[in-house]
């Protein structure tokens, strides 16, 4: 079956860090990649995705490249802020049935002053 | 544009009692729709997802039941409410095409007194 794995957190930076968070994954085929922001108390926003091998996906900063010769989809900022701070999941949405995704168990990133 | 629509934000319910969950969807049409349950600190547990009117698939053996009366419209329902049951309850369906990701609603915080 598909499946995730996410870094364990909680993944603690100072402002102006340079952040990587690793994700790589086990799938059939050729899924579609994401990477999704939760804050506290709100429901998941999509950050960024990519749909094929090589893709780089990017948004406020944040980018994360579709490497299939490694299965990994690393999420990487060079320079976080406080703002950052929350929880990021991992995701895969293979081709085939419902289109259930996958997630992984998520990573808490919290960024000091 | 698509939207999603999750309601109440918040459900503080006495064991035993009854449940209900309303989740709609605007902007789109015959939308694979899912429920999720995050427990405190956890990752996402996939509850139910409907491709279609009427087509309830089920995840895991819960004390829930799902329901989509209308094409746009995804119900989470309890008979009877369990401690177990406490969790933030998100609502998420998938864009077209498969490469858009999940969409996710706010999510209602539930603590089972």
């Known amino acids: 079956g598909n499946s995730v794995t996410q870094m364990e957190g909680p993944v603690t930076l100072s402002e102006e860090a340079f952040l990587t968070i690793n994700c790589t994954y086990t799938a059939t085929g050729y899924p579609s990649l994401f990477w999704y922001v939760q804050y506290p108390g709100e429901g998941l926003q999509l950050l960024l995705k990519?749909?094929?091998?090589?893709d780089k996906g990017s948004n406020k900063g944040f980018e994360a490249t579709y490497r299939k010769e490694t299965t990994s989809f690393h999420l990487e900022k060079g320079s976080v802020q406080v703002s950052d701070s929350a929880v990021y999941f991992c995701a895969l949405s293979a081709t085939g049935g419902s289109y259930i995704p996958t997630f992984g168990r998520g990573t808490s990133l919290i960024v000091h002053p | 544009s698509q939207t999603i629509h999750q309601w109440p934000a918040t459900l503080v319910q006495p064991v035993g009692s009854p449940l209900s969950l309303e989740c709609t969807v605007e902007g789109t049409s015959n939308p694979n729709l899912y429920w999720y349950r995050q427990a405190a600190g956890r990752g996402l547990q996939l509850l139910f997802y409907s491709v279609g009117i009427g087509q309830i698939s089920s995840e895991v053996p819960q004390n829930l039941s799902a329901s989509r009366p209308q094409d746009r419209q995804f119900i989470l329902s309890s008979k009877k409410l369990l401690l177990s049951d406490s969790g933030f309850y998100l609502c998420?369906?998938?864009?077209?095409?498969?490469?858009?990701?999940?969409?996710f609603g706010s999510g209602t915080r539930l603590t089972v007194v």
């Open positions: 998420a369906w998938r864009g077209e095409p498969l490469g858009g990701g999940y969409t």
């Open positions: 990519a749909t094929k091998a090589d």
